[in-house]
């Protein structure tokens, strides 16, 4: 993964003498990143609920 795919602002890995250490790092930038646009819709989708909810509340007898 490419530095200006990745959306958040983590430091460069620490040397390490395998690849494991970078692998990891990369997968841990990936959920990091998948969390933030998952919280941005989810805030979205809370509110058109709420919407929906006010809605439903104001037609009960």
Do not use: C, E, H, Y
């Amino acid at each position: 993964m490419s530095d200006d795919q990745n959306s958040t602002n983590l430091p460069s890995p620490p040397n390490a003498q395998g690849g494991r250490v970078s692998t990891g790092w990369q997968q841990l930038s990936l959920v990091l990143g998948f969390f933030s646009r998952i919280d941005t819709k989810l805030s979205v989708v809370l509110g058109i609920d709420l919407g929906m909810l006010a809605l439903v509340a104001t037609r009960l007898p």
